[in-house]
């Protein structure tokens, strides 16, 4: 809400408003109004809602766009008419800085012409042209820069719907988004400029209610980006260090399951490290825990060596089939025993090669539920990586900017993140958006990508740095602790949106500035803060914590949320005793390493993956099987009367020796 002024000579410099002041016709709801409110909140910005006209009060509305803090205003094309646009202008004049932006919405056919070219200054002489978006729709979006940014020269999926194309007069109208639809094109959203006067307008597709959206709607962010697309750019453009920003890009790949040998299946570690030193970008391993004690030596050596291109995360524990299902088919205690056994065993590893690791989970074929990420955040687990952000068994939050952010605390209060598929060839639009939004750009594969060689993630690898030139490719865990946003506040504070319970907050800017950070916390689990390394107090309000930190321009600090766990390392058993587990384990590595080889073998592999379930039920048994009959078998060679000292010992000559000690070429490898 606007403040009360009593010196109206002085609220210009004073007083504070909303940062979006919204107007629209009293009686009639705006059909922006739901959009306004959406990109609005994805970017913190507070908002204040005026009905003018017909009884309406217009010169709060223009006090209110006289503040210094506003930073942008947004007009329903409805209430044009009940505007002074000179007055509206003046309102938006700040001397010696460009105005204050404006954006008219909700174009329509019967927005009259004559409206659109007094507020466009001639620059737009209608909206005329009735078009139908399809599912095949695309907006295809201009270059403005610091408008469209990364988006520049992109397309974007359209939702189903109708609305009309402006009508440009040019030079003056500069189209920022068209929407291509078969025979069809137009722009629906325009740029105008006139005396320091930046004006936008908006004639956005009204979505078809009687199309239902996608089932995984809400998991989609290039879905839900279009219908908030125009604003959304609007409000980043305007707010600018005043809206909700990261401080810097980052890009990961992770490849799923492999040991640390020279190569495993088609990855080959040095091929690799050759191929992310000339296309810049960086991989992490997400490690299997049984696997900690099986590492070669020259890998690790090398992995310590290029620790700037080769990190390690958590990747299940036993990684027997889905690992960590519902709860009906593996009980929470379970689930939560293999997440304590896979930290000391990683530990174990860290201990056994010096090779340091991000408490960070890949569940293996999917996430758990919601009681397993809770799990995690009692061991102190830092996130959890996967195909989908959303817990197993629950839902999307039914909130349209959800989507929007790659990460989540919706679940637990424990962060959990989206990647994608680099095997699925990623569209370079969706990685444009989540480039824009400011998302980490997170990527998977498994050892059979590289089938074609190395350099198969060269051109992702190329494309993200091409969209975010200073993007910085790290591990997951340096992710994980950066994994915030920031916005400046009037007062020059800077708020943070925390994600994680470890962060190293980096003061960017030229001045000492004093950070308030936030985080939800249902504070069910006890937990203490440290503040590089000392107890430090926080304020607990509702369902978050808040806190600030004093940072030196230039300088980092580290914190961190400690969770009381109940974790003895000392009683927990890392052995590996379990057959099944065993035979799993190397049936897996026997695939990749031999069956993965050929192109049979593939297809071979593509369908047990279709039919996971049942297949890996009837190999297992197929392997049990043949354990037992060869201890059968040694047993009855073994039984009284059927003595083998008669029969010669073998023996190996010195040249298949040699030959099996050649076989060994890592040593003879530079990196």
Request: charged share 20%.
């Amino acid at each position: 809400m606007a403040c009360v002024c009593l010196f109206v000579g002085i609220w210009p410099t004073v007083c504070y408003s909303a940062d979006i002041v919204f107007l629209h016709k009293p009686g009639e709801g705006s059909a922006s109004n739901r959009q306004v409110q959406i990109a609005a909140h994805f970017y913190g910005l507070s908002t204040s809602n005026y009905a003018v006209g017909d009884g309406g009060d217009v010169s709060k509305a223009l006090q209110e766009l006289h503040q210094n803090s506003t930073l942008a205003a947004v007009v329903a094309a409805n209430a044009l008419s009940a505007l002074n646009r000179g007055q509206l202008i003046a309102a938006l004049h700040r001397p010696g800085s460009k105005n204050v932006p404006l954006m008219v919405v909700d174009i329509t056919i019967a927005t009259p012409p004559e409206l659109l070219k007094t507020w466009s200054d001639g620059a737009i002489s209608g909206c005329q042209e009735v078009l139908t978006a399809g599912r095949q729709s695309r907006y295809r979006v201009g270059t403005l820069e610091n408008f469209t940014r990364e988006l520049s020269g992109g397309d974007l999926t359209a939702q189903p719907g109708r609305g009309c194309a402006l009508t440009l007069e040019k030079p003056k109208g500069q189209s920022v988004i068209t929407l291509s639809s078969g025979p069809n094109d137009g722009s629906i959203c325009a740029r105008t400029e006139s005396a320091n006067q930046e004006l936008f307008f908006d004639a956005s597709i009204e979505p078809e209610s009687s199309v239902p959206p996608p089932a995984d709607a809400y998991d989609q962010p290039g879905y839900q980006f279009a219908s908030v697309a125009p604003l959304i750019m609007f409000f980043r453009y305007a707010a600018g260090e005043r809206a909700w920003h990261t401080n810097a890009h980052f890009a990961n790949l992770t490849v799923d399951d492999a040991l640390l040998q020279e190569s495993y299946g088609h990855l080959d570690y040095l091929d690799l490290l050759r191929e992310m030193q000339k296309h810049h970008f960086h991989t992490t391993v997400a490690f299997i825990p049984w696997n900690f004690d099986r590492s070669a030596p020259q890998t690790v050596a090398m992995f310590r060596k290029k620790s700037e291109y080769f990190s390690i995360a958590i990747h299940g524990n036993n990684h027997d089939h889905q690992e960590f299902p519902s709860l009906k088919d593996r009980a929470l205690d379970v689930q939560a025993a293999n997440i304590r056994q896979a930290v000391v065993r990683m530990e174990k590893f860290q201990s056994l090669t010096q090779l340091a690791y991000d408490r960070v989970m890949v569940f293996p074929h999917s996430i758990a539920p919601v009681e397993t990420l809770d799990a995690l955040k009692r061991y102190n687990y830092l996130a959890t990586v996967n195909s989908r952000n959303i817990p197993l068994g629950s839902n999307s939050p039914r909130d349209p900017a959800f989507a929007l952010r790659p990460m989540t605390l919706a679940f637990a209060t424990f962060p959990s993140l989206r990647r994608y598929s680099a095997e699925a060839d990623v569209e370079k639009p969706t990685l444009a958006l989540e480039a824009f939004l400011g998302n980490p750009l997170l990527f998977y594969v498994h050892q059979g990508y590289f089938a074609g060689g190395a350099g198969r993630f060269d051109s992702i690898a190329d494309t993200v740095n091409g969209l975010q030139p200073g993007v910085q490719w790290r591990g997951l865990g340096y992710i994980a602790e950066h994994l915030y946003l920031e916005k400046i506040r009037p007062d020059g504070y800077y708020d943070i949106k925390a994600f994680t319970s470890s962060l190293q907050l980096d003061n960017v800017h030229l001045k000492d500035a004093v950070f308030s950070v936030e985080k939800d916390e249902d504070f069910r689990i006890p937990f203490k803060l440290f503040v590089d390394g000392e107890v430090y107090p926080y304020r607990k309000d509702g369902d978050s914590m808040s806190f600030d930190v004093p940072i030196l321009a230039g300088r980092s600090r580290q914190v961190q949320i400690r969770y009381q766990e109940d974790l003895d390392w000392n009683t927990v058993d890392i052995s590996k005793s379990s057959l099944r587990v065993a035979g799993l384990r190397y049936l897996s590595e026997f695939r990749d390493n031999v069956v993965s080889r050929s192109a049979i073998g593939r297809k071979v592999i593509q369908g047990y993956t279709a039919n996971e379930a049942w297949l890996n039920r009837a190999i297992l048994m197929a392997f049990m099987s043949m354990v037992i009959a060869s201890v059968g078998f040694w047993w009855a060679r073994k039984s009284p009367g059927k003595s083998n000292s008669s029969r010669p010992r073998e023996s190996r000559s010195s040249a298949s020796l040699g030959r099996d000690h050649d076989t060994d070429r890592v040593g003879r490898r530079s990196y």
